[in-house]
C-alpha cells in the first residue's frame, strides 16, 4: 500500500476516534510507519489532533510573575515604566523618544549619555546549598530567568554574580531557584509588594 | 491549577472555580489588587497554550498573555457580575491574538509558521522515538495553522482549551450550533490538510 493510501487511512482513524470510538490504528499502518518517516509524522500528529489537550503548551514557570510586575508598573505610573526602559533597554515602538534612549543604552552609546562613573558593579549573593541553579530576576533584565545565571565556583552552596548597573535606578528583583522557588534578597534592606501578595527585593544604586 | 473541565465532566469544580473568579473580581475591584492575583494564576496557563497555538511562537505567546491580562484589569469595571468571568477573558483574549495573527500574516506573507517548538525529549526516550513527536508535533501545529481562523479558534477552545460547547459560544459570540458546524469543518479541514502533508 502506498504512503496516499495510509495517509487516507490516518485520516479514517482520526475521524473514528474524533468520534468517540477508541482504537488503535490499523496493523498494517503501524507497521509501514516503522519504515516511512512521513506516514509516523502524520500518524504522530493524528494522534496529537485526536486528543487535542495533548497540545497544551506549558507557561513558562515565570510567566505569571512577569504579569504581576507589568500590573504593579501600571499603577506605579508613568515614571516606574521609564525606570523599566531605562533598566532594560526595552522595545517600545509606541513611544518613540524611549526607544530611542534604550536602544542608545542597548548599542553602547552609554559612554555618549552617561558618564563611566555612573555605571556601578553590584555584588548579590544567595546561600542556596543543594540548588541545581540560581537565577536573578529582576527590572534591569525584564525578568528574565535566562539573562543572569549565579554560579557557585567552589560548590559551597553560596551562589552569586557581579551586575554592573546604571547609578540611581532603583530596581525590583527576586531570585529563582531551580525555576520554581521565588526568594528575596536576605540582604536586601528593602522589600515592596510585588501585586500578589507577596514582595519582591528593591536595589537601590 | 487544573484549568477548565469539559461539561460532561467536573461540573462541580467548574461551579467552585466561577465563584471563586467572581469573589476574585469583586475583591480587586473594592481596590485589592492582590486578587487579581488569583486570575492570573489560574488562568496564565490556559491563555499562554492558546496563544501559542494562535501565534506559534513562545515569547509573542509570552508577550501575549502580559498584554491579555493588562487589558483584562483595564476592562474589569465593565464587566457584568452576573456573568461568568472565563468567557469573558477568553474572549478579551482572542481579539488580541487575531490583532497580533494579522500583523503576523503581513509580515510573514502566507507563509507557514513554522516554530521554535522546542520539544524537550523525555530522559528515557529513544532519539527516533523524540524525533517523531517532534515531526507530529510540527505537523500538527501546521495544520492547525492553516485553518481559517473562524475554524481554528472553535478547535483551539473545545478539543485544545477544553471549553464546553457553551462557553466557546460565549466567548467567540456565536450560537452554539455555529460552534458545533464550525468544529466539524475544522476536523474536515484538519484531515484534508493532513493527508497532503509530506511530513518531512
Known sequence: ?205 | MKGLAKESGNTRERRFEEASDLLAIQETLRGNRNAFAQIVERYTPLLYSLAFRMLGRGEEAQEAVQEIFLRAYRALPRFRLERRFHPWLYTIALNYLRTVARRQRRRRGLRLVREELDTVADRGELPAAAAEREDGERLAQEALAGLPPLYREVFLLREVEGLSVRDTAEALGVPEGTVKVRLHRARQELVRRLAGMMGS
Not at chain 1, 502506498?2 to 473514528?16: D, P, R, T, V, Y
Not at chain 1, 530611542?100 to 563611566?116: E, I, M, Q, S
Not at chain 1, 554574580?161 to 525555576?179: K, S, T
Request: charged content about 25%; aromatic content about 6%; proline content about 5%.
Open chain 1, 1 to 205: 500500500m502506498n504512503c496516499s493510501k495510509h495517509a487516507e487511512e490516518i485520516g479514517h482513524w482520526l475521524e473514528a476516534r474524533w468520534a468517540g470510538e477508541e482504537q488503535e490504528p490499523p496493523a498494517a499502518l503501524l507497521e509501514h510507519a516503522v519504515s516511512c518517516r512521513a506516514c509516523a509524522a502524520r500518524l504522530a500528529a493524528a494522534r496529537l489532533l485526536a486528543d487535542g489537550g495533548t497540545l497544551r503548551r506549558e507557561a513558562p514557570v515565570w510567566l505569571a510573575a512577569r504579569v504581576g510586575q507589568r500590573l504593579a508598573d501600571r499603577e506605579a505610573g508613568p515614571r516606574a515604566r521609564w525606570g523599566r526602559l531605562a533598566a532594560s533597554g526595552l522595545r517600545w515602538a509606541a513611544v518613540p523618544l524611549a526607544a530611542v534612549l534604550a536602544a542608545a543604552l542597548t548599542f553602547g552609546l552609554t559612554t555618549h549619555l552617561l558618564r563611566p562613573a555612573r555605571v556601578v558593579t553590584v555584588r548579590l549573593m544567595l546561600a542556596a546549598p543543594g540548588a541545581a541553579s540560581v537565577s536573578v530576576v529582576g527590572d534591569w533584565n525584564g525578568w528574565d530567568p535566562e539573562r543572569n545565571r549565579l554560579r557557585d565556583p567552589d560548590g559551597d552552596g553560596v551562589w552569586e554574580i557581579r551586575l554592573r548597573l546604571r547609578r540611581g535606578q532603583e530596581a525590583r528583583y527576586q531570585f529563582l531557584v531551580d525555576g520554581e522557588r521565588w526568594l528575596d534578597d536576605p540582604q536586601a534592606p528593602l522589600r515592596v509588594e510585588d501585586g500578589f501578595g507577596g514582595t519582591s527585593s528593591v536595589l537601590q544604586i
